[in-house]
C-alpha cells in the first residue's frame, strides 16, 4: 500500500484513514480509454460525422442503469453550453442516449422508471409521452431529444447492439436546436445507424 501511496495511485485520509484514488491514477483511466476497442472503431465515425453536419460528436459506454461515459470525443467549432470530455459521465437515462438504453437495455420497465424519476431535466418530460418516445425509439433505431435534456440543445443518439440486441453503446451528436430541423435530425440519424451498426459489426468478430 505505500507505494501505492508513493506514486499516487490511491492516497489516505489522515482522520479517517480511508483511502480514495489519487491523481495518478488519471494517466491509467486515461490509457485504458484511448485503447479501448469501441473508442478505437467509433473515432473515425464521430470525426466524420462531426466535420459534416458541425455538431459535438461523442462514443458513450453504458454502465448498467448508473451512467453513460464518454469514450470518444470529436469535438464541434460551435461553442455550447455543455462541457464535455472523455471520461465524462451522465445519468444513463437521460436525453435521447437515455431513451435508447430504455429501448434496447434489457431492463425491467419498473427498474427503469424508478430511475427515470430521479433524471434532472431542463424540460422533464411526462412520462407517459417519454414511454412513447422509447417505443419510437425501439421502432426506429435511434432517439432525438429536442431541449428536454438541456434547454435549447438537440441530443440525437443511435444505440450500439450487440449479438443479443442489447445495447452496450452508443453514438450522441449534439448542437444548437436552431441549427437542426427535423427533417434534418432524421437525416443525421439515419446517418448515424449505418455508422453504429458497422462499428457493431465489428466489435462482434473481435
Partial sequence: MRAL????LVRVNPDSKQYSLHIGMLPLARSVLEHNSF??????????????????????ELVGLQHMVVIALSRSPERLGLHVTVGSRFPALISASGRCVAAFGDYSMK????????????????????RKEVEISRKKGYAIDRGNYINGVTVIAVPVLDTDRHITHAI?????????????????????????????AQLIYR
Avoid at 5 to 8: A, G, H, N, S
Fill in 39 to 60: 473508442a478505437t472503431l467509433a473515432q473515425p465515425s464521430l470525426d466524420r460525422l462531426s466535420k459534416q453536419y458541425g455538431l459535438t460528436a461523442i462514443g458513450v
Fill in 5 to 8: 501511496i508513493e506514486e499516487k
Fill in 111 to 130: 427498474e427503469i422508471e424508478e430511475r427515470f424519476r430521479t433524471l434532472r431535466w431542463d424540460n422533464v418530460p411526462k412520462l407517459d409521452v417519454w
Fill in 172 to 200: 450522441v451528436l449534439l448542437g444548437l436546436t436552431e441549427q437542426i430541423n427535423s427533417s434534418v435530425a432524421v437525416s443525421i440519424a439515419t446517418d448515424m445507424r449505418t455508422c453504429a451498426e458497422a462499428i457493431a
